[in-house]
């Protein structure tokens, strides 16, 4: 079936508290795109973010970000007061300013916390005792790194004091608030999924050094005696960074991971598929080959790459959990090995209509009279300008230099037949009339915004995933419109 829809992390919804959260303004948007006859919202990784904001660097890569839950909720279970929520500082409506809001919304977490804790007969209890052990196997270990993390003031673990233990009770708020997250996070999805509107989530490849994951299983990762990276992720030279891109993340122990037939990525996975509809493999190459940079190096410039675990990998998931919902974000330096990878496993690859146009070559794979039924097709990703930010731009945050930029944008006009007043329509239009099974676009190219809304410029350190709509700008005549263009290219469906 033909499909549509919008990329949109819940922190960039609106509302009164500084971030977007799973409460009321998330079922407004579920309705929005039901109303403009859109089946797939895609999201960015849920969990906690330990360093720069940012959704692909967690300390968890199970948990929940609890800064998502909602506070109204938390207020309509009696957890709360309502003059708690009627004291609230102003914070900005486009914009999260985290350094406010994460302060003030774990102050108010802790609260629910203990009162739901300290209420023995509060109506919840019961399935928070079932849902600590169903999820015992991940949660326990979360809790406790969780609780010792914040008594350690969120110093990395490697720099933990000796007989340095968490207050009484602090894991099990922990393990309350992971309890609250999925609870509200399922309510949304069952929201969604009545409305025949698919969740898609995206699976890291790799997790943060500082991280439950590995500080509870480092003989899963290459690690020193000291627990420290032997060596660190990330891609080399691209159109992103002249020096490559440092991730820093810890790499795996591919072999030790194997000897237990992907248990740890097995459990990963199974615990995603509860809840999302799809997984967005995030760097699907680095299961074919991934890039090693020696722990120290100042740039990416000076890594190579190593063999990754391949089919091995996939045959164990599918084994174990049957046929599986990923679509492999195939960008970047793509060897035909990683391309014969996913077409193996039957995998939809990537299409990004912003890399499109620096070439005229007829054959280019990016071209959408080059597309295959089996893809998906983006105007732009979160590591994407905005569709009209890439259009204004003169190459800046790429490798491109001003005149390579400017004959991109000339043949990208002519290619799609237009004067460039609507540019963003002109590129919903391209990827919604093409063959890809699924087409999908940022709310922010919906809306016609520019750079200033741009998600997240890669390689940069700081000024990232800030970016936040406001309710009224989802108008009728958005919604009309968008929902126009997807009956007429077949992608509605009563």
Same mark, same amino acid.
């Given at each position: 079936?033909?499909?549509?829809? =919008?990329?949109?992390?819940?922190?960039?919804?609106?509302?009164?508290?500084?971030?977007?959260?799973?409460?009321?303004?998330?079922?407004?948007? *579920?309705?929005? !795109?039901?109303?403009?006859?859109?089946?797939?919202?895609?999201?960015?990784? $849920?969990?906690?973010?330990? !360093?720069?904001?940012?959704?692909?660097?967690?300390?968890?890569?199970?948990? +929940?970000?609890?800064?998502?839950?909602?506070?109204?909720? !938390?207020?309509?279970?009696?957890?709360?007061? *309502?003059?708690? !929520?009627?004291?609230?500082?102003?914070?900005?409506?486009?914009?999260?300013?985290?350094?406010?809001?994460?302060?003030?919304?774990?102050?108010?977490?802790?609260?629910?916390?203990?009162?739901?804790?300290?209420?023995?007969?509060?109506?919840?209890?019961?399935?928070?005792?079932?849902?600590?052990?169903?999820?015992? #196997?991940?949660?326990?270990?979360?809790?406790?790194?969780?609780?010792?993390?914040?008594?350690?003031?969120?110093?990395?673990?490697?720099?933990?004091?000796?007989?340095?233990?968490?207050?009484?009770?602090?894991?099990?708020? &922990?393990?309350?608030? &992971?309890?609250?997250?999925?609870?509200?996070?399922?309510?949304?999805?069952?929201?969604?999924? &009545?409305?025949?509107?698919?969740?898609?989530?995206?699976?890291?490849?790799?997790?943060?050094?500082?991280?439950?994951?590995?500080?509870?299983?480092?003989?899963?990762?290459?690690? #020193?005696?000291?627990?420290?990276?032997?060596?660190?992720?990330?891609?080399?030279?691209?159109?992103?960074?002249?020096?490559? &891109?440092?991730? +820093?993340?810890?790499?795996?122990?591919?072999?030790?991971?194997?000897?237990?037939?992907?248990?740890?990525?097995?459990?990963? =996975?199974?615990?995603? $598929?509860?809840?999302?509809?799809?997984?967005? $493999?995030?760097?699907?190459?680095?299961?074919?080959?991934?890039?090693?940079?020696?722990?120290?190096?100042?740039?990416?410039?000076?890594?190579?790459?190593?063999?990754?675990?391949?089919?091995?990998?996939?045959?164990?998931?599918?084994?174990?959990?049957?046929?599986?919902?990923?679509?492999?974000?195939?960008?970047?330096?793509?060897?035909?090995?990683?391309?014969?990878?996913?077409?193996?496993?039957?995998?939809?690859?990537?299409?990004?209509?912003?890399? *499109?146009?620096?070439?005229?070559?007829?054959?280019?794979?990016?071209?959408?009279?080059?597309?295959?039924?089996?893809?998906?097709?983006?105007?732009? @990703?979160?590591?994407?300008?905005?569709?009209?930010?890439?259009?204004?731009?003169?190459?800046?945050?790429?490798?491109?230099?001003?005149?390579?930029?400017?004959?991109?944008?000339?043949?990208?006009?002519?290619?799609?037949?237009?004067?460039?007043?609507?540019?963003?329509?002109?590129?919903?239009?391209?990827?919604?009339?093409?063959?890809?099974?699924?087409?999908?676009?940022? $709310?922010?190219?919906?809306?016609?915004?520019?750079?200033?809304?741009?998600?997240? @410029?890669?390689?940069?350190?700081?000024?990232?995933?800030?970016?936040?709509?406001?309710?009224?700008?989802?108008?009728?005549?958005?919604?009309?419109?968008?929902?126009?263009?997807?009956?007429?290219?077949?992608?509605?469906?009563?």
């Amino acid at each position: 079936m033909r499909i549509s829809g =919008v990329l949109l992390h819940p922190t960039s919804l609106p509302g009164r508290f500084g971030i977007g959260d799973l409460g009321e303004a998330a079922y407004r948007f *579920a309705d929005f !795109l039901e109303q403009s006859g859109q089946r797939l919202w895609q999201i960015l990784p $849920l969990g906690p973010p330990c !360093l720069g904001n940012s959704p692909y660097q967690s300390y968890s890569s199970i948990a +929940g970000n609890p800064v998502l839950i909602s506070l109204e909720g !938390l207020a309509r279970e009696g957890l709360i007061a *309502a003059g708690d !929520l009627e004291n609230a500082p102003s914070f900005p409506a486009r914009r999260v300013d985290y350094d406010s809001v994460v302060p003030f919304k774990r102050t108010l977490l802790k609260k629910a916390a203990r009162n739901f804790l300290a209420d023995r007969t509060h109506a919840l209890h019961e399935e928070f005792r079932d849902f600590c052990a169903r999820k015992k #196997d991940w949660l326990d270990a979360f809790a406790e790194f969780a609780a010792l993390r914040e008594a350690h003031g969120n110093a990395s673990w490697v720099e933990w004091a000796r007989g340095v233990r968490a207050e009484p009770g602090e894991a099990l708020e &922990q393990k309350f608030l &992971q309890f609250i997250f999925f609870l509200q996070w399922g309510a949304l999805k069952s929201h969604c999924n &009545q409305r025949r509107i698919q969740i898609m989530g995206d699976i890291p490849i790799f997790v943060a050094h500082d991280s439950a994951d590995v500080w509870a299983s480092p003989e899963l990762f290459d690690l #020193d005696e000291r627990g420290m990276p032997n060596h660190i992720a990330g891609v080399p030279p691209d159109y992103f960074s002249a020096t490559g &891109q440092l991730w +820093g993340n810890p790499l795996y122990r591919w072999d030790a991971m194997e000897r237990d037939g992907f248990r740890w990525w097995i459990d990963r =996975v199974r615990f995603m $598929l509860d809840q999302v509809d799809l997984i967005r $493999l995030d760097h699907f190459r680095g299961f074919e080959k991934f890039y090693r940079i020696p722990a120290g190096e100042r740039t990416a410039a000076n890594g190579c790459w190593v063999e990754g675990p391949g089919d091995r990998l996939f045959a164990a998931l599918e084994k174990a959990l049957g046929k599986l919902p990923f679509i492999a974000e195939d960008l970047g330096y793509i060897t035909p090995e990683v391309h014969a990878l996913r077409e193996r496993w039957g995998l939809p690859g990537m299409r990004v209509l912003q890399f *499109a146009f620096g070439n005229e070559s007829p054959d280019d794979p990016f071209k959408p009279h080059n597309f295959i039924r089996n893809c998906v097709v983006y105007t732009g @990703t979160h590591d994407n300008d905005t569709t009209l930010g890439w259009f204004r731009s003169g190459g800046e945050g790429t490798t491109q230099s001003p005149e390579q930029a400017r004959a991109e944008r000339e043949f990208a006009l002519r290619y799609l037949d237009s004067d460039g007043r609507e540019i963003h329509w002109d590129f919903i239009r391209a990827a919604i009339s093409s063959v890809a099974r699924i087409a999908a676009f940022p $709310l922010q190219d919906v809306l016609g915004l520019g750079a200033e809304a741009r998600m997240n @410029t890669p390689a940069r350190p700081d000024g990232n995933w800030d970016w936040r709509f406001e309710q009224e700008q989802l108008t009728d005549e958005v919604r009309a419109r968008l929902r126009d263009i997807t009956r007429i290219y077949g992608r509605m469906h009563s």
